[in-house]
């Protein structure tokens, strides 16, 4: 999906690059009503939100968040349990 927008992307700035009397027909303020994305909107755009509780979203940091939702709660990364579950050193 990522490519097929920078492809979009790019193509648009070609032809306005060729044909610059074509920027005159865009109305930028209904591109960005239809994206619909306000820049300060970080939990609505942010995938890691369906992860979390609203009170985790609003208590952690980007980053402890990101790694809450990527790790499963039935694992939890102490050393303990990190230790146990990969057993001893050696492979004994």
Partial sequence: M???MKVAEYVTALYE???PWLTEF????SE???VGQEAG???KSDPVHGFLSADEWETLTTIERN?????PAAYPC???SLNHALGPPGGA
């Fill in 2 to 4: 990522r490519r097929r």
């Fill in 17 to 19: 690059f060729h044909f």
């Fill in 26 to 29: 865009r109305d930028m303020e």
């Fill in 32 to 34: 960005f009503d239809y």
């Fill in 41 to 43: 909107d970080e939990s």
């Fill in 67 to 71: 790694q809450r939702a990527g790790r």
């Fill in 78 to 80: 102490d050393s303990k």
